[in-house]
């Protein structure tokens, strides 16, 4: 069983991990998208402009249904950086009407932006799953947006002497694991994640498998 990492930015080839790279589409939009190997696809938030809006949606609706392209983005919102969050709410919305129409999950990019996000997925009923990557917040955070449906992946924050992740991930069953752009291995944040939930490396691995294995719904 492979160790899966939901979310990176690098390439990896390293036997026994199954990673799925995260590429932006925004500055270099016609570069060539690997068409086997598993990766998401979307406008980051940090990147994407509306000016670029129709054209790179097109390109998008296009990559997106390619059978490797495994989630949506990442896509989402940032109070801190990118274009405004008037248009960003714009982009990331287009993204998700995109995700519905293909029926594939969306990995999500979120800072300082929760409420926001909760009140999109409320308003536009979005049906896919919806998971915030590296989610580093308070246990009360993470259990709403538990509890509105979305899914939460850690990274490094794993390894941080964090009371209020830590807890979380102590209280949470269906996490996924992944890197970002980290200087870590995939490994590493199991180990950390399975001396947190007392369990196995192999437990663990299984049982985000398992729930992997649901998400995928075509
Ligand atoms: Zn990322």
Redesign the pocket.
């Known amino acids: 069983m492979d160790f899966l990492d939901i ?1 990176t ?1 690098k390439v990896s080839t390293q036997p026994g991990v199954t990673s799925i790279q ?1 590429l932006s589409l925004t500055s270099d939009i016609f570069l060539a998208m690997p068409k086997t190997k598993p990766i998401s696809v979307g406008l980051h938030p940090w990147f994407a402009k509306i000016d670029h809006l129709d054209q790179q949606m097109k390109y998008l609706s296009v990559v997106a249904n390619q059978t490797n392209v495994k989630l949506i983005g ?1 896509c989402g919102l940032d109070r801190l950086r990118g274009d405004n969050l008037e248009n960003q709410i714009i982009i990331l919305e287009k993204q998700i009407e995109l995700a519905e129409r293909i029926n594939k999950p969306l990995i999500l ?1 979120c800072v300082k932006c929760f409420a926001e996000l909760i009140a999109i997925k409320d308003r536009l009923k979005v049906k896919v799953p919806m998971i915030i ?2 989610f580093n917040k308070n246990e009360e955070l993470g259990k709403q947006l538990l509890d509105k449906g979305f899914l939460l992946s850690f990274g490094l924050t794993t390894l941080k002497e964090n009371a209020g992740a830590t807890k979380l991930i102590q209280s949470t069953h269906n996490f996924f694991l992944e890197t ?2 980290a200087d870590i291995s995939i490994e590493e944040i199991y180990q950390a994640a399975a001396i947190l939930k007392k369990c196995t490396v192999d437990e663990l691995k299984a049982r985000i498998f398992t729930d992997w294995n649901k998400l995928n719904l075509i």
């Open positions: 979310h930015h995260s990442e990019h990557h590296g970002d752009d």
